[in-house]
Antibody, heavy 120, light 110 residues
Framework: EAQLLESGGGLVQPGGSLRLSCAAS????????MSWVRQAPGKGLEWVSA????????YYGDSVKGRFTISRDNSQNTLHLLLTSLRAEDTAVYYC??????????????WGQGTLVTVS | QSALTQPASVSGSPGQSITISCTGT?????????VSWYQQHPGKVPKIMIY???NRPSGVSNRFSGSKSGNTASLTISGLQAEDEADYYC??????????FGTGTKVTVL
């Protein structure tokens, strides 16, 4: 059974940085694109970023482009998201989600429990 | 990329059918078959209900169905049950090479 476990969230000041991680298990990690999706308190889902299975292609939403960097370590079955130049509006629960081999086929069939990032 | 437009709320009585719309543009919903729907109960993680417009993952009740016409996708829940009360989000691939979610719809079972 596929499982995802995020870590790294916390309280950070505006302008600060944070690195989120997502440990994957139960599936062939390198075969699937992975995404980060966030949800501000009481708000809807927002897709943040995605990375291809081999890490060669990365994709970002307009609101985070140039500030966030997605990466993966297939030898460690781990996904990362580096958040920099953080703003109050980045406050949210950040979920990692398992996709399909191609990220555009947004079939997120496994989600982590989420990690809360608070910018204040 | 603007969020796809969904009604804020939809309600129905047990046993009834309801439909949630998801309106985008020809650059997202209208241009691709990659439209998905997610269900999220309060305090829980989203769960995929429909993918590629109308396909149901294994384990999802056949009371859930999806369709698309032009720039609008729809999720229909038939035989509404109390457990269907949740928030529902659509999502689509876009011509910008990104993904976009809908604004979300709260389904209430009366």
């Amino acid at each position: 059974e596929a499982q995802l476990l995020e870590s790294g969230g916390g309280l950070v000041q505006p302008g600060g940085s944070l690195r989120l991680s997502c440990a994957a298990s139960g599936f062939t990690f390198s075969s699937f694109a992975m995404s980060w999706v966030r949800q501000a308190p009481g708000k809807g889902l927002e897709w943040v970023s995605a990375i291809s299975g081999n890490g060669g292609a990365t994709y970002y939403g307009d609101s985070v482009k140039g500030r966030f960097t997605i990466s993966r370590d297939n030898s460690q079955n781990t996904l990362h998201l580096l958040l920099t130049s953080l703003r109050a509006e980045d406050t949210a629960v950040y979920y990692c989600a398992k996709g399909r081999p191609w990220f555009g086929d947004n079939y997120f069939d496994c989600w982590g429990q989420g990690t809360l990032v608070t910018v204040s | 990329q603007s969020a796809l437009t969904q009604p804020a709320s939809v309600s129905g009585s047990p046993g009834q059918s309801i439909t949630i719309s998801c309106t985008g543009t020809s650059s997202d919903v209208g241009g691709y078959k990659y439209v998905s729907w997610y269900q999220q109960h309060p305090g829980k993680v989203p769960k995929i209900m429909i993918y590629e417009v109308s396909n149901r993952p294994s384990g999802v009740s056949n009371r859930f169905s999806g369709s698309k016409s032009g720039n609008t996708a729809s999720l229909t829940i038939s035989g509404l049950q109390a457990e269907d009360e949740a928030d529902y989000y659509c999502s689509s691939y876009t011509s910008s090479g990104t993904l976009v979610f809908g604004t979300g719809t709260k389904v209430t079972v009366l």
